[in-house]
């Protein structure tokens, strides 16, 4: 597995530390508005886990599953795979999500989640790669862990062909192995 990453981009210590630094700053900003978290699987797993353990704030959470990704390359369209099971109408919505791309993914959470009719609804990104970003995206994160370049990267839950999830850190994966 190692030896398919090509460089490491952001180390175990260094995913912790920045996600410690988040969920300091949500807690605040959600302080006394019982937030439900929802991330958006599978590749938030990581993430998610170790971020609302640093919540000190109570909050729910929830889960939806869309497939968005083929390989290397946006597919082009977004799938529901599954739909979240709590009634988010009136609530403070925070959206999880592991890495904002061409923004195809989010826009659809957001317009899905919207429907319901939450209070207000927020994003969280582990990683946001501006590049691919598409025109037609309006949508913004609210909160950005780290900003990646224009690469395929895994690792802590992203995935290559669901390879790669259990990583502990985030690499940059060789162009050989989709080559
Ligand atoms: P978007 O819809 O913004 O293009 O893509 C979002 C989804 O594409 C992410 O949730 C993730 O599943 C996948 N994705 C985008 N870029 C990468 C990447 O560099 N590595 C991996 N493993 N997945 C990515
Ligand atoms: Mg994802």
Redesign the pocket.
């Known amino acids: 597995m190692e030896k398919d990453i090509e460089q490491i981009l952001i180390t175990s210590e260094q995913l912790q530390e920045r996600i410690s630094q988040l969920a300091a700053e949500v807690s605040a900003e959600y302080a006394g508005k019982k937030p439900i978290f929802i991330g958006?699987l599978k590749?938030v797993l990581m993430f998610m886990g170790d971020f609302v353990k640093q919540v000190n704030e109570p909050c729910e959470i929830d889960l939806m599953r869309i497939a968005?990704?083929r390989g290397t390359g946006?597919k082009g369209s977004?799938d529901p795979v599954m739909d979240i099971s709590t009634d988010i109408r009136g609530r403070h919505v925070v959206i999880l999500?592991?890495?904002?791309?061409?923004?195809?993914?989010?826009t659809y959470v957001c317009n899905h989640l919207q429907a319901m009719e939450p209070a207000s609804i927020k994003i969280v990104t582990l990683l946001d790669?501006p590049a691919?970003r598409l025109p037609e995206v309006t949508i913004k994160a609210d909160y950005i862990g780290f900003t990646v370049p224009d690469?395929?990267?895994?690792g802590y839950g992203?995935?290559?062909n669901e390879l790669y999830r259990n990583l502990p850190y985030i690499g940059i994966l060789s162009p050989e192995v989709y080559q």
């Open positions: 958006v590749g968005s990704y946006s977004v999500e592991d890495i904002f791309d061409t923004g195809r993914s989010l790669k691919k690469e395929f990267v895994v992203l995935d290559y």
